[in-house]
């Protein structure tokens, strides 16, 4: 029985397709993990880059030439997928181009179908695709407007006993995640089986459905938009071993505990009690562990990083004009879909900043606008967007998206979002403009107060809005820090039943300091009205902020 692989990346495209410097980092990455003895066991790796088709189209065949039928065959690509105009699907290739209509040449890219044909006629049994691409609609999405994105992987690539791992089913966005050099699908299936924690039954095993379980659960920490398929016919193919995990090693064993002890992106404080003592029985360094740990919460991380700027992108074009125009909303809409977010992530977002809008306008004509100066408003509100779009881009697999964003018919009737009526008092004040406070030493005198405590940020946890919370609690650490307040931290999330945001501290000895972080939060942060707490015990020095109703 023989283990062969071939991999495939593609990172250089002619003019039209953008290009993916991560492609060819994803093959050296999975290429070093598969020839290990101690996790892939591969007989035979190949790595092709940048191939054109009949290169590819040679390496592909012979990968499925000669072979017994207990032997493991396993094609990887990172790239473009494209479909024509009658939905086949072609994978990419350094030369792949269009014509001056925008169809795509198929001469210049490999169609499915060739590899489905080379895979049929292989006598192997166990055959496994990994695609690490999006499957975009030619060169244009215009082109094709009754097309719903998807595409149809079973009929074009599936067989019995053959198992293929998708990042992507459709027209989403497969992303090359900024801060890592491979793409995000990639890099988790690297890591589950590095790690060994791709091996979910810890039987020692990883098999190809447990690798696209551990990926899946990480990509859509990161980006829940995002929907990796796994696709077999008749149940067969799930249980494909693909590499082995070290079921002994004690950095495992602790990754497995910090998984189980993590919620909403944080450690709970009983599972930090646990896992300090489970470092000291392994005896893990401190080095060691908190890598360990920043992996496991970096989707999550990500993730929030993700939908703060979106919130950041949404609340500038609010506040050139509001409400949004349908050219707006469209940017928007795109920028939503590269960020890998559903629309039930950005809606708290959406609303609350809708409602500070409402609330910090003066007159009607500052919500509605009038036609004299549309343009100018809208103008500059699709630059900031589209700055956004394009710089996050140059992240993404979907470089198609760039033909849609400049490309958009403007003959449309404006379609507007409903101004939401706002909860808060009428009598509420505007957002400050400008300096915070009105004079420097009118802040540093607040300052002072506080300088010899700690603040501590809460947010309420078990609420749909939870990562909301989150978020907010980090604008608000920012903002704290900017003004010279150091000691400030986010300790995580509570579950008491609170329904308003709070200051808590102890009535006697930090009475001042609290009537100063109220004064401080009412400024910087003027859509929240923060409640003073007192509460019983020792004073620590510290006073602690709760957010989330």
Known sequence: MAKVALLIGVSEYEPGLNPLPAAVKDVAALQRILQDQEMGEFDEVKALTNPDPQAMQYEVETLFTGRAKDDLVLLFFSGHGIKDDNNNLYFATRITQK????????????????????????????????????????????????????????????????????????????????????????????????????????????????????????????????TPKLITLKDMGFEIVLAKAKVTDPKLRYRRQVERYVSGGSISSIGRTILDKLQTQLGLSLEVIREIEAEVLRPYQERLENLQRYRQAFAEAVEHKYPLNNYVQSELEDLRAILGLRQEDIEPYEKEVIERQVDSSTSPKNLFGNSSDSRTAHSKSTLLISRGIIAILTLTTGGFIITRIFTMQTSHSPKVLTPIQSQKSSTASPSPQGSIFATPDELQAQVNKLKNFEIKIFYKAGSPNSEFYKVEAAEIQKKLTDIGINQVSIKGPWTDEVSDYQIRYERGTEDEAADALKIVLDKIHPKKSFRKQTIKGLSLKSLSIFFGP
Do not use: W
């Open 99 to 226: 014509n001056p209509r925008g169809d795509l040449i198929r001469s210049t890219a490999v169609p499915a179908r060739f590899i489905h044909e080379v895979m049929n006629n292989c006598r192997a049994k166990r055959q496994a695709i990994i695609l690490d691409c999006c499957f975009s609609g030619a060169f244009d999405p215009a082109l094709h407007p009754k097309d719903d994105g998807s595409v149809d992987l079973q009929t074009q690539l599936g067989a019995e006993g053959r198992v293929v791992l998708t990042s992507s089913s459709s027209t989403q966005y497969s992303f090359e995640q900024q801060g890592s050099e491979l793409s995000l699908y990639s890099r988790y299936l690297v890591e589950g089986i590095e790690t060994g924690a791709g091996d979910r039954d810890e039987d020692g095993k990883i098999s190809m459905r447990e690798l696209h379980e551990y990926a899946t659960s990480k990509v859509q920490e990161t980006a829940p938009n995002m």
